[in-house]
Nanobody
């Protein structure tokens, strides 16, 4: 069973930085895709970024391009999200997710989320 646990959230002032980590267990796929999503109060969950374990190619939502960087880590901590130049509108619960490969449409496993709060 795949388990994901996010960490690194917190309270930061606008313009500041945070680094989110996704710890994983039970990952046995060779070509999995790991993603970060977020959900702000009263809003739907939205895609933030993704990285392909094989090859390392990345995708970003337009609203984080140039500010956030997704990167691969170790099999135990497979993905990080470096968030710079944070804005109050980045306030949300951030979720790590994984799907076994690019052909799978929906992400299959999700973490519990970590709260990121950006003050003005």
């Amino acid at each position: 069973q795949v388990q994901l646990v996010e960490s690194g959230g917190g309270l930061v002032q606008a313009g500041g930085s945070l680094r989110l980590t996704c710890a994983a267990s039970g990952l046995i796929f060779n070509s999995y895709v790991m993603g970060w999503f977020r959900q702000a109060p009263g809003k739907e969950r939205e895609f933030v970024s993704a990285i392909r374990w094989s090859g390392g190619s990345t995708d970003y939502a337009d609203f984080v391009k140039g500010r956030f960087t997704i990167s691969r880590g170790t099999p135990k901590n497979p993905v990080y999200l470096q968030m710079n130049m944070l804005k109050p509108e980045d306030t949300a619960v951030y979720y790590c997710a994984v799907k076994r490969n690019e052909r799978v449409k929906e992400y299959e496993y999700w973490g519990q989320g970590t709260q990121v709060t950006v003050s003005a």
